[in-house]
């Protein structure tokens, strides 16, 4: 039961802002890489046992059960799941509350202990940039408000700066100077992991210096060789499939890939309206003036197609199943009646979609979460007075299996 939670813990991640999950080709303890000036950075193992206290961070443990609702929704949301048992309690060893300094403030973290791994997410309702993890957890990596890029190793809890303030011919300096009045000029944000933990791919728009246009590019650092490079111009990066990264083309409206090993980019979709990374491996899309959602598996290059009624509105937010073969989502069945909202599960392989009440008296208030496993997932549900409550649905049948013994009412 150890081996299967910590298995599916490093199995799940966010859609929007998350790393890929893929075989890794990891390094090893003794292995570390060179940063842009030179100097090693070390890419930390697994973490797999307690790491000393950090002398500046504020500990305060927590009992093995998370009973904190902020925490449990922070849990969920970064897609450890598979921690839950039958009755809501994460498998954790332990779990504390720390603030890290670092040179653009402090990160405030919850560390949990699940089966021997460090797991880490952001403190709800704290100031923080977005974590993200490498696929097995053993490190992260965020970008800080003044624009630089740091990887954060659990064991240690050391934060070291990974991005360079000059680069091919940018400077950082002079991109600070320049007015900006199109909106901020960012020098480095939104980063992603590669599945073999060795690539960091981040947006910029740090070309505007020269022309003054607001470009947002993608550049790429190597871990091992510490070089930094754009890689796409006019474009989004959206999931790393392995060394292989997919992105949205700003001038095409296309979703490309970039082979990093042989510097080779690819139109994969073209003609893209609607889009979201489901996990390591997926994307949906939408056509223009099209009713069909279209997800695409990388994997196998297939691609599977959901028709939609045009009296429906489906949301264009999913969660995939860990087997792929299932993608939960939420429609109304008619989209001028907000009561009309249920869940519905589409299956890839029979084009089967299965609609699901959603239980309590605002279905339009339902907040889908992720997959525990194959068969269930979990769903917050809201009422009108801001109480909350997390329950588990089998995707099958419809019922509800079991309930998250927190419930959350906003200050």
């Known amino acids: 039961m150890r081996k299967k939670a910590l298995f599916w813990a490093c199995a799940f991640i966010m859609a929007c802002t998350s790393a890929v999950l893929a075989n890794s080709i990891g390094l090893k303890s003794s292995d570390s890489a060179p940063d842009v000036e030179g100097t090693k950075v070390p890419v930390p193992e697994l973490s797999r046992q307690e790491a000393p206290k950090n002398a500046e ?103 070291r700066q990974i991005s360079s303030v000059e680069t091919d011919g940018y400077s950082k300096e002079d991109l600070l100077a320049v007015a900006q009045p199109g909106g901020a000029l960012l020098w480095a944000y939104d980063p992603l992991i590669s599945g073999d933990n060795e690539l960091i791919s981040y947006m910029s728009n740090r070309r505007s210096i020269r022309h003054g246009e607001n470009d947002e590019d993608i550049w790429v650092i190597d871990l091992n060789s510490g070089r930094e490079n754009m890689v796409v111009e006019h474009a989004r990066a959206l999931l790393w499939y392995h060394r292989t990264l997919f992105f949205l083309d700003h001038v095409t409206n296309s979703i490309g890939s970039y082979d990093f090993d042989k510097q080779w980019i690819e139109e994969k979709i073209a003609n893209v309206e609607l889009y979201q990374p489901l996990n390591h491996n997926i994307l949906a899309f939408t056509h223009p003036n099209d009713q069909t959602i279209f997800f695409y598996n990388i994997s196998n290059n297939e691609t599977a197609k959901m028709q939609a009624d045009p009296s429906s509105r489906v949301t264009f937010h999913f969660r995939v199943s860990p087997d792929d073969k299932q993608i939960l989502g939420t429609m109304f069945t008619d989209r001028r009646d907000p009561n009309s909202r249920v869940l519905f599960v589409y299956d890839v392989e029979t084009s089967e979609v299965r609609h699901i009440k959603i239980p309590g008296k605002r279905p339009d208030l339902a907040e889908i979460r992720g997959w525990v496993d194959h068969e269930e997932f979990i769903v917050i549900l809201r009422s009108d007075d801001g109480d909350s409550q997390a329950v588990r649905i089998n995707s099958m049948t419809g019922e509800i299996t079991g309930h998250i013994p927190q419930v959350y009412t906003p200050p």
């Open 57 to 159: 961070a504020e500990v305060n443990p927590f009992p093995e059960s998370i009973t904190d609702p902020d925490k449990l929704a922070n849990l969920l949301q970064t897609g450890d799941l598979a921690s839950l048992v039958e009755d809501g309690i994460f498998q954790g060893n332990e779990n504390a509350s720390l603030a890290l300094d670092y040179p653009d403030g402090k990160l405030y973290v919850n560390k949990t202990f699940i089966n021997g791994a460090i797991l880490l997410t952001p403190q709800k309702g704290k100031p923080n940039p977005g974590l993200v993890h490498a696929n097995d957890f053993r490190f992260y990596v965020f970008a800080g408000p003044a624009g630089d890029l740091y990887l954060l190793e659990p064991e240690t809890l050391s934060i």
